[in-house]
């Protein structure tokens, strides 16, 4: 009678180890498995002697080791697996495009653009209407200052920022050759220089 209690045990003991690569228990359930595993190897012992629970044990430790190897192989596969681990990207999916990004950001090297956040000293510019993450170089950069790339690292570019004042007077250029001709008082030039 006690011969199906040690199988039962070590039964229960191999479900309990299956079920905590799907169950997340916290160790709980292996616990438990490892419970089941020494009751099974003390009745063996105990009712059948040294013989007997000398085999048990002996398959134990050969048993549950390669149990928990096979086990941990498959359950990757898995759906909690999945969940859980890092899948690496398919050859031919489109996964395969995204290392490209460190060569791409080395491309707007000498380009530039504004802030659209201050840089101190990380923030965000923008460049040929896209944003990327930014550290500036040097002095702290204000949101809608000027800036040029100078260098690229990781998935982040290195900026400087450029002269609030040129661009200020820039703008006021623009502003007076947008203007016509009617708008600006040219009374002045009639008269006779003295």
Do not use: C
């Not at 709980?28 to 089941?36: F, I, K, P, R, T």
């Not at 009751?39 to 059948?48: E, K």
């Not at 504004?114 to 002095?139: N, T």
């Not at 008082?185 to 008269?191: N, R, V």
């Amino acid at each position: 009678m006690s011969i199906i209690w040690i199988i039962s045990l070590l039964v229960l003991a191999v479900a309990l180890i299956v079920l905590e690569l799907f169950v997340p228990s916290g160790g709980a359930l292996g616990v438990l498995a490892a419970l089941a595993i020494i009751a099974a190897v003390s009745l063996a012992y105990y009712h059948h002697g040294a013989m007997v629970g000398t085999i048990v044990l002996a398959l134990n430790v050969i048993a549950v080791p390669l149990l928990v190897y096979q086990a941990l192989r498959w359950w990757p596969n898995t759906p909690i697996g999945r969940r859980i681990l890092i899948q690496p990207p398919e050859e031919d999916g489109p996964e395969s495009a995204l290392p490209d990004v460190a060569l791409n950001l080395m491309d707007l090297v000498g380009r530039r653009g504004v802030a659209k956040s201050p840089l101190l000293p990380s923030g965000v510019v923008e460049i040929e209407g896209e944003q990327f993450d930014a550290v500036s170089r040097g002095k702290p950069i204000e949101v809608n200052q000027p800036v040029e790339v100078v260098d690229a690292g990781g998935n982040h570019l290195v900026v400087r920022g450029l002269a609030v004042a040129s661009r200020q007077s820039n703008e006021q250029t623009a502003q007076l050759l947008e203007e016509s001709f009617d708008g600006i008082d040219l009374s002045s030039l009639d008269e006779p220089l003295a």
